[in-house]
Each structure stands twice: as structure tokens, then as C-alpha cells.
């Protein structure tokens, strides 16, 4: 990111800044009316100028890059809050000396952290700063005629001669035919000394990508800003049969822009009604079908979903206001429990994968079984806990709690039971998927035994009561969200790309041709960079310049020389 006061990109010639006023005269606070009044402010504004051709250089702009790629970098070493909090959790708890002293420094919320935003604000600044100019600058520059031709042309790196026969003005008006044909921007002057003339550039395209460049990486920080602030996104576990609305009660977790607000969100439901996977032989998924049906606008909370979608992988369900992604499924057995009143309690809880072959563990809690319903009275000690996993098809001779396939060809479930006091009576938030280790190892809860079951199985437990494996779902996890940057995001991206493949491949040259009365034909041309490949371009052009003059007498071929 070039400033003003450097060097021309092709002539190399230093270039004039805006304030042409003498180093004395701003040391001194004078300025074009006096010592006094606008002199005076201007030397109090000279530090504040100081400090902002500082932020808005080059080097200032990518030493900022640097620390934006650097800062983002405990983002991706620790856990953080908006996109798992219980590894979050897990982390307090492996290291509960280590990590209050983090959470200090945002290490969990680097990219909401207020240094992270100062870092991200201070570069947008400095792009923004570099920008303004240097579009003013390529502005008057495209409007601008290629230079006049240097007296000496032989001296340019690559150059030629000959002698030709006929009118100055004829032969530099066929040769200015000749660089437009082939796309040069050309112009014709007539020299005091009675010599014509013609300045050929190309290449603007050059420094239009660079800029394009940049002004896209300013485009996809705001883009990125405004999903920050403005955006959302959720997850939530359904179960085959059962639905979800767009609210934050009905997520699993919510992270909100820091400027977004709950009514903000859209209206819509979605039920998943089958989920499909097939795999490989090995186990490997091979595609991922959720059939479900949704509604949006005002009918969402007062009728059923009513439109059928295939949801899959990288083919999201786009709602107004909102995209749902397919993330991850599993399995959620379908358990019975018969109390010692006869009370059946029935639910299908989710049990998580923790392997390829979907063997998944979950938890069964009850804190309403074993209590009699002709009495107000509640007793703690009898509640009922069952933890364990899901095999989608049980192993015949390994493992007894591993799965040999992820489809669910001889689905069991392997559970251990607890009686006890589970906890959930004290009011404090547990996690749905596991049971509170604390009362097992407080004995509040006792284990009464283990037993795996096939589908239809019963076990019946040491009180009478029974537990049965009644069959199993699938379910979905899906990620949702709003981002209103995505567009821009999207946008900047590809104008990013097309001008850096512009900047890295549009070469910036220049050709001079200058005809004098006495039949001598001088052709001279630079190029900042690729000047092999430039001479060979230049030696074309020479060639065809010549063939539409007449020629009296070749005397130098094209050639090579000092700059």
C-alpha cells in the first residue's frame, strides 16, 4: 500500500506530497496567512497529522495485519464460549489455576475481546486512510495522458533505431495505429524542434487491482463486523416426530450479536420427520438425508409445518431471515420405565457419538419415578438414573460396549442403573446427555446393576420395577443462523481474488516513438517488472512500426540498454 511522496511505479521519479509548505515554516507553526491564526493551528495539528500518516502507512497496515493474524490465534488454541461452553467448562476444570487467569484476557472470547477490536478497528482505519488517496491519485491518473517523450531515448532499457522516408506526422500517426491496435493508450505531440511525437502506456489495470484488492479486504472486514454484530446463530438437537421454533428457549445454545436483540429473530418452525445416512462398507458416511417440513411468517406458532424440505450436508434449508444446516445425527433409544406404583415413564433422550461407528452414551433420569401418587409427600432417595451407551449394531464377540457399524443393523443398549437422590430436586442446571457424578460419589446414587438389552428386551430390577429397550430414533443436529455480512462477505472475497490476480499478472509499461524531419525513427520503452518478457513485447512492436513506414536505410536494430 503505496502513500503519497513515493516513488513512481514505472519512471521511479519521486512524486511531490500535498503539503509543499518549507520544513521551517511548520516547524516555526507558519502557514500561508501568518505567524498568528491559522499558523498557530496548524502547528498544534502537526503532531495529530504525525501520528496519522503514521496509522495510515504501509508499514503501519501490515504490521497490523500481523497482529490481527496473531491475536486470532488463541482462538483457535483455547475452547471458545460462543461455540462450545462445555469445553469451556472442561477446561475450568483441568486447569482451575490456568484458566481464571485466561479468562482475564479473553482467551474464551478473543473475538469479542476489546483488544481484538481495537486491533481489528485500528486496521480497518489504516486501510481506509491508505485507500482515499491512492484512489485519488489512480483517478487523475486514468484520466491523465501518458507523459512526454524523454530527450534521450537510447537510454531507456530496451530501445531501437532506423531511418525512414516520409512525412514526421504520417509515419508517428501509423505507428500511433500500430499501439492501438494492440490496446495502448496513446498520444501525439509535436516537439519545438519540429520532431512528432508518440507516448504509449499500458497497464493501468495494474494498480485498479491492487486497489480492488483493497478496497475489498475493507469491504470484508465490514462484512465480517456486521455478522459480529448484527448476526446470530444457535443449535439444537430434534429427535425424529419432534419440532423446533425459532426461539431461544427452544435452542440448546444461543450466541447473539453483541448489537442483535431476541425480537429481532424470524418466525419459523421445523419437524424433522425421518432422517436417512447410508455408509460404506468401512463405516464411512456416505450421504446424510433429513426429510423434514417447516413453516415461517405468521402461521409458524399456530399451525403445524407444512412444507417439505430434504435437508443435507452443504445443502442448508434458507428461510427468511435464517439458514439451517445439517451438522451432525445419532441415535436416541426409546426407553420404558415401570415403577413399583405402575407408573410407565417413557422418553427417547439422545445419546452422543463418540466414535465413527456412532457408538453413542447418554443418560435416562428420573427424578418423578417411585413416588406415590396418592400422596403429596415427595421422597428423594428412590428417584431412578440409567447411564450408558447405544450401539447402533452390537458387537457378537468384542467389546461388549462398542459398535462394529454405524447403522443401526442389531441396535442395543448397554445401561447401568442408579437409585438415589439424582440432584435435579436442588434446582441447579445439569447437563441432559450424563448424570451428576457428584451424588454417585457422594452415594446418593447407588448402582442396582447394569444389563444390555436388545430392541423389545425388559429388565426388571431388584425393586419389582421394570426398565424396557423399547426401540430407537434418529435424530439431527443443526446449526442456525443469520448473517448479515455473508453477501458482502461472499462479494469481497471474489473481488479480492480478481484483483490480485490482476495486481500479480497486469504489467505496467511504457513506449516512446519520436520521428525527426530528417527521416530518423527512435523507439524506447521501460517496465518495472518482467523485463524479459517485456523486451520480446517491445521487439514485436518495433517490428510492425517499422514495416508500416517506409523504410531508407535500417541502422540499429532494436536493443538493450542502460536506464
Same mark, same amino acid.
Given at each position: 500500500?503505496?502513500?503519497?511522496?513515493?516513488?513512481?511505479?514505472?519512471?521511479?521519479?519521486?512524486?511531490?506530497?500535498?503539503?509543499?509548505s518549507?520544513?521551517?515554516?511548520?516547524?516555526?507553526?507558519r502557514?500561508?496567512?501568518?505567524?498568528? $491564526?491559522?499558523?498557530? #493551528?496548524?502547528?498544534?495539528?502537526?503532531?495529530?497529522?504525525?501520528w496519522?500518516?503514521?496509522?495510515?502507512?504501509?508499514?503501519?497496515?501490515?504490521?497490523?495485519?500481523?497482529?490481527?493474524?496473531?491475536?486470532?490465534?488463541?482462538?483457535?488454541?483455547?475452547?471458545?464460549?460462543?461455540?462450545?461452553?462445555?469445553?469451556?467448562?472442561?477446561?475450568?476444570?483441568?486447569?482451575?489455576? #490456568?484458566?481464571?487467569?485466561?479468562?482475564?484476557?479473553?482467551?474464551?472470547?478473543? %473475538?469479542?475481546s476489546?483488544?481484538?477490536a481495537?486491533?481489528?478497528?485500528?486496521?480497518?482505519?489504516?486501510?481506509?486512510?491508505?485507500?482515499?488517496?491512492?484512489?485519488?491519485?489512480?483517478?487523475?491518473?486514468?484520466?491523465?495522458?501518458?507523459?512526454?517523450?524523454?530527450?534521450?531515448?537510447?537510454?531507456?532499457?530496451?530501445?531501437?533505431a532506423?531511418?525512414?522516408?516520409?512525412?514526421?506526422?504520417?509515419?508517428?500517426d501509423?505507428?500511433?495505429?500500430?499501439?492501438?491496435?494492440?490496446?495502448?493508450?496513446?498520444?501525439?505531440?509535436?516537439?519545438?524542434?519540429?520532431?512528432?511525437?508518440?507516448?504509449?502506456?499500458?497497464?493501468?489495470?495494474?494498480?485498479?487491482?491492487?486497489?480492488?484488492?483493497?478496497?475489498?479486504?475493507?469491504?470484508?472486514? +465490514?462484512?465480517?463486523?456486521?455478522?459480529?454484530?448484527?448476526?446470530? *446463530?444457535?443449535?439444537?438437537?430434534?429427535?425424529?416426530?419432534?419440532?423446533?421454533?425459532?426461539?431461544?428457549?427452544?435452542?440448546?445454545?444461543? !450466541?447473539p &450479536?453483541?448489537?442483535?436483540?431476541?425480537?429481532?429473530?424470524?418466525?419459523?418452525? +421445523?419437524?424433522?420427520?425421518?432422517?436417512?445416512?447410508?455408509?460404506?462398507?468401512?463405516?464411512?458416511? @456416505?450421504?446424510f438425508?433429513? *426429510?423434514?417440513? /417447516?413453516?415461517?411468517?405468521?402461521?409458524?406458532?399456530?399451525?403445524?409445518?407444512?412444507?417439505?424440505?430434504?435437508?443435507?450436508?452443504?445443502?442448508?434449508?434458507r #428461510?427468511? &431471515?435464517?439458514?439451517?444446516?445439517?451438522?451432525n445425527?445419532?441415535?436416541?433409544?426409546?426407553?420404558?420405565y415401570?415403577?413399583?406404583? $405402575?407408573?410407565? %415413564?417413557?422418553?427417547?433422550?439422545?445419546?452422543?457419538?463418540q466414535? =465413527?461407528q456412532?457408538?453413542?452414551?447418554?443418560? %435416562?433420569?428420573?427424578?418423578?419415578?417411585?413416588?406415590?401418587?396418592? !400422596?403429596?409427600?415427595?421422597?428423594?432417595?428412590?428417584?431412578m438414573?440409567?447411564?450408558g451407551?447405544?450401539?447402533?449394531?452390537?458387537?457378537?464377540?468384542?467389546?461388549?460396549?462398542r459398535?462394529?457399524?454405524?447403522?443401526?443393523?442389531?441396535?442395543?443398549?448397554?445401561?447401568v442403573?442408579?437409585?438415589?437422590?439424582?440432584?435435579?430436586?436442588?434446582?441447579?442446571?445439569?447437563s441432559? /446427555?450424563?448424570?451428576?457424578?457428584?451424588? +454417585?460419589?457422594?452415594?446418593?446414587?447407588?448402582?442396582?446393576?447394569?444389563? *444390555?438389552?436388545?430392541?423389545?428386551? =425388559?429388565?426388571?430390577?431388584?425393586?419389582?420395577?421394570?426398565?424396557?429397550?423399547?426401540?430407537?430414533?434418529?435424530?439431527?443436529?443443526?446449526?442456525?443462523?443469520?448473517d448479515? &455480512?455473508?453477501?458482502?462477505?461472499?462479494? !469481497?472475497? &471474489?473481488?479480492?481474488?480478481?484483483?490480485?490476480?490482476?495486481s500479480?499478472? +497486469?504489467?505496467?509499461?511504457?513506449?516512446?516513438?519520436?520521428?525527426?524531419?530528417?527521416?530518423?525513427?527512435?523507439?524506447?520503452?521501460?517496465?518495472?517488472?518482467?523485463?524479459?518478457?517485456?523486451?520480446?513485447?517491445?521487439? !514485436?512492436?518495433? @517490428?510492425?512500426?517499422?514495416?508500416?513506414?517506409?523504410?531508407?536505410?535500417?541502422?540499429?536494430?532494436? *536493443?538493450?540498454?542502460?536506464?
Amino acid at each position: 500500500m503505496a502513500t503519497l511522496g513515493e516513488q513512481d511505479a514505472v519512471t521511479g521519479l519521486a512524486t511531490a506530497p500535498e503539503d509543499a509548505s518549507k520544513p521551517e515554516d511548520r516547524r516555526a507553526g507558519r502557514g500561508p496567512i501568518g505567524p498568528s $491564526g491559522p499558523g498557530r #493551528l496548524n502547528a498544534l495539528l502537526e503532531e495529530p497529522r504525525r501520528w496519522w500518516r503514521i496509522l495510515t502507512s504501509m508499514r503501519t497496515a501490515l504490521v497490523l495485519l500481523f497482529l490481527l493474524a496473531l491475536a486470532a490465534v488463541p482462538g483457535s488454541t483455547f475452547p471458545q464460549r460462543d461455540l462450545n461452553q462445555n469445553k469451556v467448562d472442561e477446561y475450568f476444570a483441568e486447569h482451575p489455576k #490456568l484458566a481464571p487467569f485466561l479468562d482475564k484476557l479473553s482467551a474464551f472470547d478473543v %473475538f469479542a475481546s476489546p483488544w481484538f477490536a481495537a486491533i481489528y478497528l485500528l486496521l480497518f482505519i489504516s486501510l481506509v486512510g491508505c485507500l482515499v488517496p491512492r484512489i485519488r491519485v489512480h483517478a487523475r491518473a486514468m484520466v491523465k495522458r501518458p507523459p512526454a517523450a524523454p530527450r534521450h531515448l537510447d537510454r531507456l532499457p530496451v530501445s531501437g533505431a532506423a531511418a525512414v522516408a516520409g512525412d514526421p506526422s504520417a509515419i508517428a500517426d501509423s505507428a500511433r495505429g500500430v499501439l492501438r491496435r494492440a490496446r495502448w493508450r496513446t498520444v501525439v505531440r509535436t516537439e519545438t524542434s519540429g520532431a512528432v511525437t508518440v507516448s504509449a502506456e499500458k497497464g493501468y489495470l495494474r494498480e485498479t487491482g491492487n486497489l480492488a484488492f483493497h478496497v475489498a479486504l475493507v469491504g470484508l472486514l +465490514v462484512g465480517v463486523a456486521s455478522g459480529s454484530l448484527w448476526g446470530w *446463530k444457535a443449535s439444537v438437537l430434534t429427535v425424529e416426530g419432534n419440532a423446533f421454533c425459532d426461539t431461544v428457549q427452544a435452542y440448546d445454545s444461543f !450466541s447473539p &450479536g453483541s448489537r442483535m436483540r431476541d425480537a429481532a429473530l424470524p418466525s419459523f418452525c +421445523v419437524r424433522l420427520d425421518d432422517f436417512q445416512g447410508t455408509y460404506l462398507e468401512n463405516g464411512q458416511p @456416505e450421504d446424510f438425508l433429513a *426429510k423434514v417440513r /417447516y413453516i415461517q411468517g405468521d402461521r409458524a406458532f399456530t399451525q403445524d409445518p407444512d412444507t417439505e424440505y430434504d435437508l443435507k450436508v452443504n445443502h442448508p434449508l434458507r #428461510l427468511d &431471515g435464517a439458514n439451517v444446516y445439517l451438522i451432525n445425527h445419532g441415535y436416541a433409544p426409546v426407553l420404558k420405565y415401570t415403577d413399583r406404583f $405402575g407408573t410407565v %415413564f417413557e422418553e427417547t433422550p439422545a445419546f452422543l457419538p463418540q466414535d =465413527v461407528q456412532l457408538t453413542s452414551e447418554g443418560a %435416562f433420569v428420573l427424578p418423578d419415578a417411585n413416588q406415590d401418587p396418592k !400422596s403429596t409427600a415427595r421422597t428423594s432417595d428412590v428417584q431412578m438414573a440409567f447411564t450408558g451407551f447405544f450401539l447402533p449394531t452390537a458387537s457378537l464377540s468384542g467389546p461388549p460396549i462398542r459398535s462394529i457399524s454405524p447403522e443401526a443393523k442389531d441396535p442395543a443398549v448397554t445401561l447401568v442403573g442408579y437409585r438415589g437422590d439424582t440432584g435435579l430436586d436442588s434446582g441447579i442446571a445439569r447437563s441432559v /446427555y450424563s448424570i451428576d457424578q457428584n451424588q +454417585v460419589d457422594s452415594g446418593a446414587l447407588k448402582s442396582v446393576g447394569s444389563k *444390555k438389552l436388545s430392541v423389545g428386551e =425388559v429388565w426388571k430390577l431388584d425393586d419389582g420395577t421394570t426398565l424396557q429397550f423399547a426401540g430407537y430414533r434418529e435424530f439431527m443436529t443443526v446449526q442456525v443462523g443469520h448473517d448479515p &455480512g455473508e453477501m458482502l462477505v461472499l462479494v !469481497s472475497a &471474489g473481488f479480492m481474488l480478481v484483483g490480485l490476480i490482476a495486481s500479480l499478472t +497486469v504489467r505496467r509499461r511504457r513506449i516512446f516513438v519520436r520521428v525527426t524531419g530528417d527521416g530518423e525513427l527512435t523507439v524506447g520503452g521501460l517496465a518495472r517488472t518482467d523485463p524479459d518478457r517485456f523486451a520480446d513485447e517491445f521487439q !514485436s512492436l518495433v @517490428e510492425r512500426i517499422e514495416r508500416t513506414a517506409p523504410a531508407k536505410d535500417r541502422t540499429a536494430p532494436a *536493443k538493450e540498454g542502460a536506464s
